[in-house]
């Protein structure tokens, strides 16, 4: 794949996470902000001194424009990050189309750069958690991501080993299984980080968490097909028109 080719599914992958950031951030405002509003609250009514000063940035700022910026911003990043790695996985993981290769590419972000690390270290309320282990968390958090993403990546080159001798659902089955063993073990030996304090209502927590795992698992199916559906666009493109009887010569754009 040549760099005009790479250069112009990164442009649309872009794109498309911008456009997963923007369903995202109208799920996360309606859906979310409600236990986000109540963990608050709770911090408000437990703490046992007073904040000086005016807030720097207002609660309803917070919750559009800072919510939406930060959304879109993940949406770019990980959009421009996930069509790089489409390019390296497309014909290297089986016979895919591009729409199938981008589904799977999303398919395979979600799992191990959100759902596998929050299953080990769940998403807390902004204002839940002792501040003096933030650091803490946030760096086992990131180690649990990238011991996923490096335990999904070598799953893949595994199955791709075993497949001339198991076949491609075997070899698959055997991989995953590997994968699961290999995180279960990760997850056992990591310490734990969840530290929610007494009295949190369970109901504004679960909520929370359903949220942000609804707006991850909307972020990225969105991405799936929208950039699916560019990619292919950009590899697969269709001629305008074709004289009757003849066949259509296909050329790949630069850009």
């Not at 109208?26 to 986000?36: I, W």
């Not at 968390?137 to 335990?151: D, E, G, H, K, P």
């Not at 089955?173 to 056992?188: E, P």
Request: aromatic content about 10%; hydrophobic content about 55%; overall charge neutral.
């Amino acid at each position: 794949m040549n760099s005009a080719i790479v250069r112009a599914l990164l442009v649309r992958g872009m794109l498309a996470g911008l456009g997963a950031g923007v369903l995202a951030f109208v799920f996360a405002y309606f859906v979310g902000e409600g236990s986000v509003d109540a963990a608050i609250a709770f911090e408000e009514s437990n703490s046992h001194h007073a904040e000086g000063g005016e807030e720097l940035v207002s609660r309803s700022v917070q919750s559009t424009a800072g919510l939406a910026t930060g959304v879109l911003v993940f949406g770019v990043a990980v959009g421009g990050i996930a069509a790089l790695a489409f390019c390296f996985a497309l014909g290297r993981i089986g016979r895919f189309g591009a729409r199938a290769t981008g589904a799977l590419t999303a398919l395979a972000a979600f799992l191990t750069v959100y759902l596998v690390p929050t299953l080990k270290y769940p998403a807390n309320p902004p204002a839940v958690g002792d501040p003096d282990t933030l650091n803490q968390r946030t760096a086992l958090y990131f180690l649990m991501i990238a011991l996923s993403i490096l335990l999904g990546i070598t799953a893949v080159l595994l199955g791709r080993r075993l497949a001339p001798a198991w076949g491609n659902w075997n070899a698959s089955i055997a991989a995953g299984l590997a994968f699961v063993a290999a995180v279960t073990v990760a997850m056992v030996f990591l310490p734990a980080g969840d530290n929610v304090p007494n009295g949190f209502p369970a109901t504004d927590l679960w909520e929370f968490r359903m949220a942000s795992l609804g707006v991850q698992a909307l972020l990225w199916a969105a991405f799936g097909l929208l950039f699916g559906f560019l990619a292919e666009r950009v590899l697969e493109p269709r001629a305008a028109t074709a004289p009757a009887g003849r066949g259509a010569e296909v050329s790949v754009p630069a850009a």
